[in-house]
């Protein structure tokens, strides 16, 4: 087993034959120092994204997900003390102040925000928005710039865009805003997307509409994505390969089926447990004790350890690398990887006794940490008998 190493990384699943990389990343490493001490935010993450390929960012809230892809897009604070390697193509990211970022955000990497109301403005029209962003890096006439604002909503499946574009922001649905913030992303057809929630403020059928037009627009412009979210379900419809994060590092990377179907980290099999979604209907969900850990205090060795059924003495006191496991291209941060394949039914690890019944399974498309555990289906099949055989008087 090999320690995850940026060239031997596994091949991602991506559309460029020739290996070609758009991002290079290598020990990337974010602390945050404040009055109270310094938050390790982001701890030795590795990983590459090829052209075409989309890259599945999870993990629970304050595991480091949205400051890594604004270390990728150089919107950290001042304040952030960034140490490690981004490579766009060939060129370092790292160092570079705001205003060298400005040609290489937006034109090669460009960001899908989690709250459109928050980043478009107020007060101008949807299409002047649009043409700003486009003539920031084309030395265009305002005409030229508006055909392409028109365009690129036309792009994202806005009906009617010549019109629309002259709209304000408040005049569009929440999804319809949504692929405003899209059409502004690919506006100047940029390599890579970091789309960060993208759709956690929208209803399911608008959600599902959004990760096509997302999927569609890389079908076109064989861009790389980078989709970071929190639901698992996201993470399985669209994604190539998927990193799972916890504690501010990654510890679990692979295949969506490699890491759905096989998991070699005690954290991704409470992860995958612990959240309702469509597949575990009828399914037993088991919730992962314990609170994640601060980022500013964190326990010696594994991160998880505190809250892991697997946890030996090893895994208290050193903190394992990011390694092969025996599947070729999976990697785990874990002593206890091998252990976990010996498990028939590592769901098992974390059982409670704790037992609820969702009620109304289509609750379970949207995640909630506090939907109650769903009883197993034979177990409701068998009560529902009994009640039809001898209803309650
Ligand atoms: N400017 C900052 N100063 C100090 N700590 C920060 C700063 N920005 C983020 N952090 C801390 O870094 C950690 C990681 O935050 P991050 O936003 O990356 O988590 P996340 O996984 O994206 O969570 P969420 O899903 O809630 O956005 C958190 O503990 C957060 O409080």
Redesign the pocket.
Known sequence: MSELDVMDAPESAGRSASGEKLLTVKDLS?D?P?DDGV?H??RNVTFTLAPGEVLGVV????????????AIMGL??K??NVTGSIKFKDRELVGLNYKQMMPVRGNNISMIF?DPMTSLNPVYTVGWQLAEAYKAHHDVSKKAAWAKAVDSLELVGIPQPDRRAAQYPHEFSGGMRQRVMIAMAIINDPDVIVA??PTTALDVTVQAQILDTLLRIRDETNAGIIV?T?DLGVVAGMVDRVQV?YG?TVVEQGTVDEVFETQRMPYTVGLLGSIPNPSLLGKRLTPIKGAPP??MNLPEGCAFSPRCPLAIDECRETEPELLETDRHGHFSRCHRSAHLATIVDPQKLFATDEIGVVENPASLLVADPDMPIVEDVDVVEARMQEEEENPPS
Not at 59 to 70: I, T
Request: aromatic content about 4%; proline content about 3%; overall charge negative.
């Open positions: 974010v945050f404040t938050v935010a982001v993990g629970e809230s304050g595991s480091g997900k949205s400051v890594s892809s604004m950290l604070p304040t952030a989690q960060d929630e970071i929190h994060m501010g601060s980022l």
